[in-house]
T-cell receptor
Framework: SQKIEQNSEALNIQEGKTATLTCNYTNYSPAYLQWYRQDPGRGPVFLLL?????KEKRKERLKVTFDTTLKQSLFHITASQPADSATYLCALQNSGNTPLVFGKGTRLSVIA | GAVVSQHPSRVICKSGTSVKIECRSLDFQATTMFWYRQFPKKSLMLMATSNEGSKATYEQGVEKDKFLINHASLTLSTLTVTSAHPEDSSFYICSARDDMGPISYEQYFGPGTRLTVT
């Protein structure tokens, strides 16, 4: 069966450190993999998208990698800040016209 | 940037009544909108794909007669929860795809609607 797994439900790190979140999937062949941030009681906010033929994407303090052999994406936040505390969702898309399928998310807490 | 709004943000209704939730794309046209449902500490589950001018496509296990979707214009989709029961209490989120935008696969999410059925 198809699965999207995000490594842990919750992750606590100290301010200034790099947070690394993992997304693994099985029985998917996604054309796109996306990362979203969700704050409590709010809808998801788009952060980054990476295509199947891309290895890495960066945006400011964010970095995403995509390994289609391992079927895994890593999401990094460098120099983390308490304001980065939120739930981060990984989502797959088989093609541009298909809906997103989400993982359960990892709740990140950055401690000052 | 592309903005999607939802109304209401919160609603409390009595069991047996119907509730309508609106999803609007404010500054772009959306032929396709999506409705998701999210339980506490759970992932977003796709309920249906809403297509302007045609019937919605429902995911397996979602009752189309219970969750009525109408996508009457390029900027508005509505979800009506009919004869609501306490188990329908959830966080409902819509998203819209910008058909004319440079990146056709980007989806923009609304802020969500918290439904509580008493």
């Amino acid at each position: 069966s198809q699965k999207i797994e995000q490594n842990s439900e919750a992750l606590n790190i100290q301010e200034g450190k790099t947070a690394t979140l993992t997304c693994n999937y099985t029985n998917y062949s996604p054309a796109y993999l996306q990362w979203y941030r969700q704050d409590p009681g709010r809808g998801p906010v788009f952060l980054l998208l990476i295509r199947e033929n891309e290895k890495e994407k960066r945006k400011e303090r964010l970095k995403v990698t995509f390994d289609t052999t391992l079927k895994q994406s890593l999401f990094h936040i460098t120099a983390s800040q308490p304001a980065d505390s939120a739930t981060y969702l990984c989502a797959l898309q088989n093609s541009g016209n298909t809906p997103l399928v989400f993982g359960k998310g990892t709740r990140l807490s950055v401690i000052a | 940037g592309a903005v999607v709004s939802q109304h209401p943000s919160r609603v409390i209704c009595k069991s047996g009544t119907s509730v309508k939730i609106e999803c609007r794309s404010l500054d772009f046209q959306a032929t396709t909108m999506f409705w998701y449902r999210q339980f506490p500490k759970k992932s977003l589950m796709l309920m249906a794909t809403s297509n302007e001018g045609s019937k919605a496509t429902y995911e397996q296990g979602v009752e189309k007669d219970k969750f009525l979707i109408n996508h009457a214009s390029l900027t508005l989709s509505t979800l009506t929860v009919t004869s609501a029961h306490p188990e329908d209490s959830s966080f409902y989120i819509c998203s819209a795809r910008d058909d004319m935008g440079p990146i056709s696969y980007e989806q923009y999410f609304g802020p969500g609607t918290r439904l509580t059925v008493t």
